[in-house]
């Protein structure tokens, strides 16, 4: 969802007066959460009672677009374009199923692209062919920012967020690299909170009891995170999702990444300053120590702080 939101912006740039809704998961909701750009959210949820009311009530919201961005075939794609009785339907057809009335170009022909490029091009029979940036547009929870600056306003300079947790096992670092990381960083009198999945609240516990000056940050939910890494002047990260959101607010990134050139191209980071460390092969980051990092990262902080 986070490289979804572009799209958002491009559209009211171009169109001011659009009425947008918005087709998603419950998980991604929260980041599209009292956007302003946005009408109405459906959450999409997999049960057919509940698929059947969903669709009885977007077809009587009578579209004028129906827009999936998507450049490869999905059979849920394929399925809500079908009920959808939008006069227009923008999306990838195959040979074998033609749902959308205006095609748009495949995951071979985007190889070289980044997600939010390959997204914006679901735009292009709408005239939009042009943009300043690709950046994640995500709107700020005010009261939530300032609930983390009352909170914390012992620890409000030199925020830096390291983020622990990934959605692949491949994307996990070793703890005690870790470990070896955040006291190595520290002498650059760093205020640094980590942040990590609820189910890794053990591995944040005994990266915590070795690195006495770490906050934890025990969030929520992702709004939380949001907001925090608005304010952080560093981010380090193995996920993609955190690398995103902080390229949303153009805040430095150290970012771990499996050697994987076209997940790269297609998910790198999009912050202005940011280093990648990656694994001499593979896509398993459990093989970077380091020690074959600090002096990189070291540098890059001394750069930017």
Known sequence: MVLVTPMFAHLKKKYPQCIIHVLCTENNHPIIYNDPRIDKVFNYKNKICYLIKLFIHMRSEN??????????YSLTGYVLAT????????????????????????????????????????????????????????????????????????????????????????????????????????????????????????LAQDIFNAC???????????????????????????????????????????AFYPNIEWNYKKFHPLSDKYITMQPERGECIKSITAESTLERINSFIESII
């Open 83 to 202: 009920f959808s009785n939008a006069k227009q339907k923008i999306g990838f057809n195959n040979k074998n199923n033609k749902p959308f009335t205006i095609s748009i170009s495949s995951e071979k022909e985007n190889h070289e692209l980044h997600l939010v490029e390959r997204n914006i091009k679901a735009l292009y029979s709408l005239g939009i062919n042009h943009y300043d940036s690709l950046r994640p547009a995500i709107c700020l929870d005010i009261s939530i920012i300032e609930s983390i600056k009352s909170k914390y306003k012992n620890y409000f300079s030199k925020i830096v967020v390291v983020n622990i947790s990934a959605g692949n096992k491949s994307r996990y670092w070793n703890n005690h690299d870790w470990i070896k990381l955040i006291r190595s960083i520290t002498k650059h009198q760093l205020n640094i909170f980590m942040i990590f999945n609820p189910s890794d609240k053990f």
């Open 212 to 254: 006495v000056d770490v906050i934890l940050f025990n969030s929520e939910n992702i709004r939380d995170v949001i907001a925090l890494i608005s304010l952080a002047k560093l981010v380090i990260s193995p996920d993609t999702s955190i690398i995103h959101i902080a390229s949303a607010f153009n805040i430095p990134i150290i």
């Open 63 to 72: 579209y004028d677009y129906w827009i999936d961005s998507k450049d490869h």
